[in-house]
């Protein structure tokens, strides 16, 4: 395996010849740089990113690993399809440190001899003010005009890794110096874009490579090996295991529909999180109908304008189950939608198509942002805030009854997309004192909050418990995946992502829960490192260890038990542990989960002892988890 990195301080490289895939590559500098020693915005907060390097359909991902600005530990963010075109450079992992004296476009070409050249071109030299950045896609437009004539790929972060926490990275497929409409892929969680910019000045990072005819061919030997393998085990054709698979992500022909945006609501049913995560104090009738107006206003529509007409493609790797449903330019999936939707009380598609896109051409993580909105459009509900400080032209409609009919649907939509839109630009480009608090996101912005304005606070009260995240140390945070799922809320070593058990509509006893947790985070890792797509994560892990040997001498189950020992150990010395639930909301979800998912021995015990029971559950949840996982994050 080849892999490089690079000092941006000296614009020197070196190669670092190891057998690692991605995850491991990055943890292992960030242990050996020590990076958590340093700030997280620190020109040493190693950024590092590979390829999955198994030549089969899925297995194409790049794989960024972080210390996170919002979580504060080591995390993990993917990109779909964009490793695809990166083995044209005949690299496998990339590392970068050290910070350019201005912002930065990063080039890496390999070159046909296995030879790697980087180049480094000050933004100003693409006629680029970065003091007037303000739409993601326009700086992304200017790097396909002036790579035109390569056969490239890109990753840019947008203004919101500028100014604050929550940055996120884009990137599209490029065919024929053009964009594949509906292609567009992100790697969000964790704040990935703002370490990419504000501790390395990096604004983008451009690469691509000549064929390599040798390459290419061992390659397709080592395909069909690949191939030959799964068809042993699954009786079929490889093409028919996969679309067998992945049919939630292509097309069901139960749901009629396809993507992650249409089936999750079908699975979800009344339980999708709305107006900021109110779901426990809204009675289920209601919540029924507010599912039904989804199906009507955001599936239905979906379904004409993208699912039927089969505006669908895939991320850049040649995949037949084209995950990635579009409409108007715009690509949809459930989280993002979720997040910037219902989340802010808006049920029709159309006015929640402008929040994403503005989300979006800000560069923002869309599941952090929207989760960050829906908590603002709470305290703006209850008197919290007012308009003004977060720069909205009036308030937000925040009433669970006022949904009566079509007009009401689509009047209030319209209202509260217009003040997320106002929101969103206050909050990026600082325009107010509360606005540039709230772009430290959630929890430290929460904390300012609670001293800013104690006086607006009843005793006992806090800002952030009208919002709900994961904790991490004493103002580590980050927002669950949108699943009202109480594996999503329990202080794991890694939260914001799917290393949980996160099927919504169970509440478990805490060992069976932390026992699912820990299996679902070891095969979540186990992909994850490979570089491998999770849509495909049913048919491969029954085969991935007799494929990997294809590739490497090694124990995927060893790797995965040492990842999270690494990981665990460079966490740990950042906090002693893991941290207790904080919010008071996010309490409430596990709860009245307990009683609407049918436990009621839970959840008499919470009536009882509230907090105690709580912290009993919690405790043996973590603990058991950290248990399978051979680990030390536990509670005392």
Request: charged share 30%; proline share 3%.
């Amino acid at each position: 395996m080849k892999n490089i990195l690079i000092d941006l301080n000296s614009k020197k490289f070196e190669y670092i010849e190891k057998k690692m895939f991605p995850m491991e590559w990055g943890i292992y500098l960030h242990k050996k740089y020590e990076t958590y020693k340093y700030d997280v915005y620190s020109d040493k907060n190693i950024f590092a990113f590979g390829r999955g390097v198994l030549p089969i359909v899925g297995g194409n991902r790049l794989i960024f690993t972080f210390r996170s600005p919002l979580w504060n530990g080591f995390h993990v963010s993917a990109l779909g399809g964009a490793g695809y075109q990166f083995k044209s450079t005949g690299l496998d992992n990339v590392a970068i440190i050290g910070k350019c004296e201005e912002p930065t476009v990063i080039v890496i070409e390999g070159k046909n001899n296995d030879t790697v050249n980087i180049e480094y071109i000050p933004i100003k030299e693409l006629d680029f003010d970065i003091n007037n950045y303000n739409n993601i896609y326009e700086f992304k437009d200017i790097l396909l005009k002036h790579f035109k004539d390569k056969n490239h790929r890109s990753f840019v972060v947008g203004p919101a890794s500028i100014t604050t926490n929550m940055g996120a990275i884009l990137s599209k497929t490029v065919r024929g110096g053009k964009y594949v409409e509906g292609s567009e892929g992100w790697a969000a969680r964790g704040g990935i874009g703002s370490v990419l910019y504000r501790a390395h000045n990096i604004l983008g990072v451009v690469f691509y490579g000549d064929e390599n005819p040798k390459k290419r061919s061992e390659e397709k030997e080592l395909e069909k090996e690949i191939r030959k393998i799964v068809e042993n085990y699954y009786k079929k054709p490889y093409m028919k295991v996969i679309l067998e698979h992945t049919k939630k992500y292509r097309y069901d022909e139960n749901t009629k529909t396809g993507g992650t945006f249409g089936n999750d609501y079908h699975l979800l049913e009344d339980k999708f999180p709305m107006f900021n995560w109110q779901m426990p104090y809204i009675p289920k009738e209601k919540r029924e109908k507010l599912h039904d107006i989804i199906m009507k206003y955001y599936v239905d529509i979906f379904n004409e304008e993208s699912i039927y007409p089969k505006k669908w493609t895939n991320c850049g790797e040649p995949c037949p189950v084209l995950c990635k449903k579009y409409r108007n330019g715009l690509k949809l999936d459930y989280e993002p939608y979720n997040g910037n939707g219902p989340l802010l009380g808006i049920f029709h598609l159309y006015a929640a198509d402008k929040v994403v896109h503005k989300v979006d051409s800000l560069g923002y993580d869309a599941i952090e942002f929207g989760n960050l909105l829906g908590w603002v459009f709470e305290l703006l509900h209850r008197g919290l805030l007012k308009p003004e400080e977060v720069g909205a032209s009036e308030n937000i409609i925040f009433d669970i009854e006022a949904y009566n009919n079509e007009e009401d649907i689509i009047k209030i939509s319209e209202h509260n997309s217009k003040i997320a839109l106002e929101i969103s630009e206050t909050i990026t480009f600082h325009k107010t004192e509360v606005g540039k608090i709230l772009s430290l996101g959630i929890r430290r912005g929460g904390a300012l909050l609670n001293e800013k304005f104690k006086n607006r606070l009843k005793e006992g009260d806090s800002f952030t418990n009208y919002a709900v995240y994961d904790t991490f140390g004493n103002d580590g945070h980050i927002s669950p995946t949108l699943y009202w799922a109480i594996g999503n809320f329990m202080p794991l070593l890694i939260q914001g992502k799917y290393l949980t058990y996160y099927k919504c509509g169970e509440f478990l006893e805490p060992e069976d829960l932390g026992l699912k947790c820990a299996e679902s985070a070891f095969n979540e890792i186990t992909i994850e490192n490979l570089g491998f797509c999770r849509f495909h994560r049913k048919w491969v892990m029954n085969v991935v260890e007799d494929i990997v040997k294809k590739i490497r001498d090694c124990d995927l189950k060893e790797i995965a038990y040492t990842l999270f020992n690494d990981i665990c150990q460079y966490d740990k010395n950042i906090v002693n542990g893991p941290t207790y639930i904080e919010s008071e909301r996010v309490k409430d979800l596990i709860v009245y989960g307990s009683k609407e998912f049918g436990n009621d021995k839970w959840y008499n015990e919470f009536k009882k002892d509230r907090e105690g029971k709580l912290k009993e559950y919690t405790k043996i949840v973590v603990n058991t988890y950290s248990n399978n996982l051979k680990i030390d994050w536990k509670f005392d």
